[in-house]
C-alpha cells in the first residue's frame, strides 16, 4: 500500500480515508493500542477498495450505500454496507494477526 498516513485528524470518526489525495487521516491518540490498530486496518481497507473499483466508481457505490442507509431510515455513515465490511474486515484482521501481540 502507498496510502499516506497523518496524525491530527479531528471530529466523531476513529480516523478518515481522503480518496482522492490517498491519506490516511488518523486522530493524535486513541484509548486503547486495540482501538489505534483497529482504525488502521480499517482506513487501510477503505483504500484497498478504492484501488480494487476505482475512485470514481467507489465513490459512486459508497454514496449510493449511504443513500440507500438513509432511506431506510438508517444512518448514512454507520449503516453504510461499505462502512460495516471495512470494520468487520479490520476486527476480524486484529484478532488474526495482532490480538495476541500486545
Known amino acids: 500500500m ?10 466523531k470518526n476513529e480516523g478518515e480515508y ?3 489525495r ?9 484509548p486503547s ?5 483497529v482504525s488502521v486496518l480499517h482506513e487501510l481497507h477503505h483504500a484497498d477498495q478504492v484501488r480494487k ?6 465513490l459512486k457505490k459508497y454514496i449510493q450505500a449511504s443513500t440507500m442507509a438513509d432511506v431506510d431510515g438508517f444512518d448514512r455513515y454507520s449503516d453504510n454496507k461499505w462502512e460495516k465490511k471495512a470494520e468487520n474486515w479490520a476486527k476480524q484482521e486484529f484478532n488474526k494477526r495482532w490480538k495476541n501481540k500486545f
Open 53 to 58: 473499483y476505482g475512485r470514481k466508481r467507489f
Open 33 to 37: 493500542v486495540k482501538e489505534f490498530i
Open 2 to 11: 502507498k496510502s499516506k498516513i497523518k496524525f491530527g485528524a479531528r471530529g
Open 22 to 30: 490517498d491519506i490516511i487521516n488518523l486522530r493524535r491518540s486513541y
Open 18 to 20: 481522503d480518496w482522492d
